[in-house]
């Protein structure tokens, strides 16, 4: 039973570009979170996704963030226009369906820089 | 108020100290509580989650108190392997799923 699967593991990109980022959840999970971790700083919540919801996207940037989480395939964020201060690392999570006590399990994170 | 609020330390203590970290939360609706571990520049792991009556893991005792809104964890006999830093966790239902709250976290130093 693979575990969260994020690629890239290392992603770098010019400012102005765009970088997408990937994450498969754990066979059976349906929740996805991304957090965004910045050097030496705490995570930082960005977005909750269901398969095709946002449930809570209270942590994304209003500009340049989306995410997405398919009927078929990974949960994608995306990055459009890169500034140096997206850099960061990011990690994904997934849990199973709602109820209390559930943890998250996360994946090695992509690790962005913009240069 | 932060929503999760933990010293960042760093706890420097020997090998073999007792040490204890402390969370305060917010939210009192806030439904399940978790300590995860973080080493330097890996993923976040779940160390053990926390219940009400409070639970034991080796080494690794964890309380909550609702009543303060309050959560801890106590480590003994502490190893060098301990090193890390040390994540509070809350979960506060939203929208009909799960929303988890990460503290900034607790640094610990464990020293020959």
């Known amino acids: 039973n693979a575990g969260v699967m994020q690629n890239p593991r290392h992603l770098v990109r010019r400012r102005g570009q765009e970088a997408r980022l990937r994450c498969s959840p754990m066979?059976?999970?349906?929740?996805v979170y991304w957090y965004r971790q910045l050097p030496e700083e705490g995570l930082k919540f960005m977005v909750y996704?269901?398969?095709?919801?946002?449930?809570?996207e209270s942590g994304m940037p209003k500009e340049r963030f989306s995410a997405e989480f398919p009927k078929e395939g990974p949960s994608i964020l995306r990055i459009q226009q890169v500034v140096r201060g997206d850099s960061a690392a990011y990690f994904c999570?997934?849990?199973?369906?709602?109820?209390?006590?559930?943890?998250?399990?996360f994946g090695q994170g992509t690790r962005l820089t913009v240069v | 108020r932060k929503e999760v609020e933990q010293d960042p330390g760093p706890f420097n203590v020997p090998e073999g100290a007792t040490v204890a970290f402390n969370c305060t939360y917010s939210?009192?609706?806030?439904?399940?509580f978790f300590w995860y571990r973080q080493d330097c520049r890996k993923e976040p792991k779940l160390l053990m989650s926390?219940?009400?009556s409070g639970n034991e893991d080796g080494r690794f005792t964890a309380q909550l108190n609702r009543a303060s809104q309050y959560i801890s964890l106590l480590i003994r006999d502490s190893k060098l392997s301990d090193s890390a830093t040390y994540l509070c966790?809350?979960?506060?239902?939203?929208?009909?799923?799960?929303?988890?709250?990460f503290g900034t976290g607790t640094q610990l130093k464990v020293e020959l």
């Open positions: 066979k059976g999970h349906s929740h």
């Open positions: 939210n009192s609706a806030s439904q399940s």
């Open positions: 996704l269901q398969k095709e919801n946002i449930i809570d």
């Open positions: 999570a997934s849990s199973p369906a709602k109820g209390q006590n559930t943890e998250a399990f």
């Open positions: 966790v809350v979960n506060g239902l939203t929208g009909g799923g799960n929303k988890l709250t």
């Open positions: 926390v219940y009400s």
